[in-house]
């Protein structure tokens, strides 16, 4: 886990942004708790008009929590989350 990971990802929750939740210990059970309206579809992808199934991946990978919520991404730029 790259030790700054924690830090970032609290700093861009606080300031209301997407943040990456990959290696932060979340649970499988926990995860689908909080999964988003999206559930496992890509909001950015189908905001582009295609329609990405992430549940092909159990990685959290690229995953992210905005407002609250868990939501898959199909594509993930490290330098933007």
């Known amino acids: 886990m790259d030790f700054y990971l924690p830090q970032i990802y609290l700093?861009?929750?606080?300031?209301g942004q997407a943040a990456c939740v990959y290696d932060l210990c979340i649970t499988p059970t926990?995860?689908?708790a909080r999964l988003?309206?999206?559930s496992h579809y890509c909001p950015v992808s189908l905001a582009s008009g295609e329609l990405v199934d992430c549940s092909v991946t159990e990685s959290l990978k690229y995953s992210i929590e905005f407002r609250g919520l868990y939501l898959f991404l199909s594509i993930f730029r490290e330098q933007t989350y």
């Open 11 to 15: 700093e861009r929750v606080a300031h």
């Open 30 to 32: 926990e995860f689908k």
């Open 36 to 38: 988003g309206d999206f």
